[in-house]
C-alpha cells in the first residue's frame, strides 16, 4: 500500500495553500469545549516519584482507560548526549507503567522520527530501547507502519488527504508526550506540533519536507484536526529547550509536566509557562477557532498556576514578538 500511498501523496503536492490564506473546515473537524481542564504538576528530577506524579496527573481527568489500548507518541528527533531534545525516557516508562496500573489493556509506543531513519540507532543512543526491554512493551516506527488514507477535516493546506499509520488511527487512547521547546520555525514545538512524527517518512520522505511545504502551522491544524480517535496530552517540561530548538537549543530546567486532553489548550498552557504568548503563535491561534481553547477564561486549571511555575525561555530573535507582555501575561 506505501507505493500507491506515495503516488497518491505526491499527486497532492502541487498548489499547496499559504498559511495567509483563509482558514476552513468543516463540522466534523469542529471540536473545541466550552471549557478545557490543564493540570500542571511539580516534577523536579526525572528519578524519585515520577510515576506517582505522572498517575496523580491522570486521575485528574475522567479518562477511559480500562481495557483499551493505549498507543504513547514521545518526541524522538535525533540523539545529542549533551543536548535534550527528546521526551525523557523515564518519563516514557514511568507514564507506560502508569496506564497499565489505571487498566489500559495494552500500551504501545510509536513515534516516526523525521531527521534519523535508523529507529534502532535512536532507541539504542537515547536510552529508550532498554526502557521498552524491561517493560515488555511494543514499539512501532511509524515511518515503516501500514497506512492507510485520511481525508483532511480542514483545509489549511491543499493536501486534501494524508495516508497516516494503522497504530495511530487504530488507537483508543492516543497521547502526545512532546517536550516544551522552542523551534525555530514555528516559534514552539509541543502537542500539536508533535504530531508531525505521525506523518509517515515512508510515504512522505525524510524529513517529512511535504509538511514544510505545504506551510508548517497550517500542516499542524490540518494534522491535529485530521486525526479522530480519543486523544491525551502530557508533557515532558521537567527540563525543556529554549533558543535554536527543537534540536539546537540550550536545556531549560522547568521542573513541570503539563496533563490535559485540549491538545490546543495544553500548548497554550505550556506557552504561557514559557513566557509566550500564544495568540501570537499563529497555528495555536488558528486552531483557537474550531481545534480547542487558547483563552485563559476557558481553561481551567486543576492543579498549580501557570504564574507561578512561569519561566521565560529565550527564543531567536526573530520570535521576540511572541514573548508575553506584561499585560497579556496578566491574562
Given amino acids: 500500500m506505501r507505493t500507491g500511498a506515495a503516488a ?20 466534523r473537524a469542529h471540536r473545541k469545549p466550552e471549557r478545557s481542564d490543564v493540570a500542571i504538576l ?23 482507560i480500562s481495557g483499551r ?16 531534545i527528546n521526551t525523557h525516557p523515564a518519563l516514557i516508562a514511568a507514564t507506560i507503567e502508569a496506564f497499565l496500573h489505571l487498566g489500559a489493556r495494552e500500551v504501545v509506543v510509536a513515534e516516526g522520527p523525521g531527521h534519523r531513519r535508523d529507529n534502532e540507532y535512536l532507541l539504542t543512543e537515547s536510552g529508550l530501547g532498554e526502557i521498552l526491554r524491561d517493560t515488555g512493551t511494543r514499539y512501532v516506527d511509524l515511518n515503516q507502519d501500514s497506512v492507510r488514507p485520511a481525508r483532511l477535516l480542514s483545509s489549511y493546506t491543499q493536501l486534501g488527504t494524508l495516508y497516516l499509520p494503522e ?10 508526550m512532546p517536550k516544551l521547546k522552542t523551534h525555530h520555525w514555528a516559534g514552539v514545538t509541543l502537542s500539536m506540533k508533535n504530531l508531525f512524527g505521525v506523518v509517515p517518512g515512508a510515504v512522505y520522505g525524510w524529513p517529512k519536507n511535504v509538511l514544510h511545504w505545504a506551510g508548517i502551522g497550517a500542516s499542524i491544524i490540518d494534522i491535529n484536526a485530521a486525526l479522530e480517535v480519543p486523544r491525551f496530552n ?7 529547550m529554549e533558543g535554536n530548538g527543537p534540536i539546537q537549543g540550550e ?52 492543579a498549580e498556576d501557570v504564574d507561578t511555575l512561569r519561566q521565560d525561555f529565550r527564543v531567536l530573535e526573530s520570535f521576540e514578538t511572541l514573548k508575553l507582555t506584561p499585560r497579556a501575561a496578566a491574562g
Fill in 234 to 240: 502530557i508533557v515532558d517540561g521537567i527540563v525543556g
Fill in 69 to 84: 489500548r493505549v498507543v504513547l507518541k514521545p518526541n524522538l528527533v535525533e540523539f545529542d548526549p549533551q543536548g535534550v
Fill in 42 to 64: 511539580r516534577a523536579e528530577s526525572y528519578s524519585g516519584d515520577l510515576l506517582d506524579t505522572v498517575t496523580a496527573g491522570l486521575e485528574l481527568f475522567a479518562l477511559k
Fill in 167 to 176: 497504530t495511530v488511527l487504530d488507537a483508543e487512547l492516543f497521547v502526545s
Fill in 251 to 302: 536545556p531549560k530546567r522547568s521542573g513541570v509536566l503539563v496533563f490535559g486532553a485540549d491538545p490546543v489548550a495544553v500548548d497554550a498552557t505550556c506557552a504561557r509557562l514559557m513566557s509566550i504568548d500564544p495568540w501570537r503563535v499563529s497555528y495555536l491561534a488558528d486552531a483557537a477557532a474550531f481545534l480547542g481553547n487558547v483563552a485563559n477564561e476557558r481553561i481551567a486549571q486543576l
Fill in 8 to 27: 497518491a501523496a505526491a499527486a497532492s503536492l502541487p498548489g499547496c495553500r499559504s498559511e495567509r490564506d483563509a482558514p476552513r473546515w468543516d463540522g
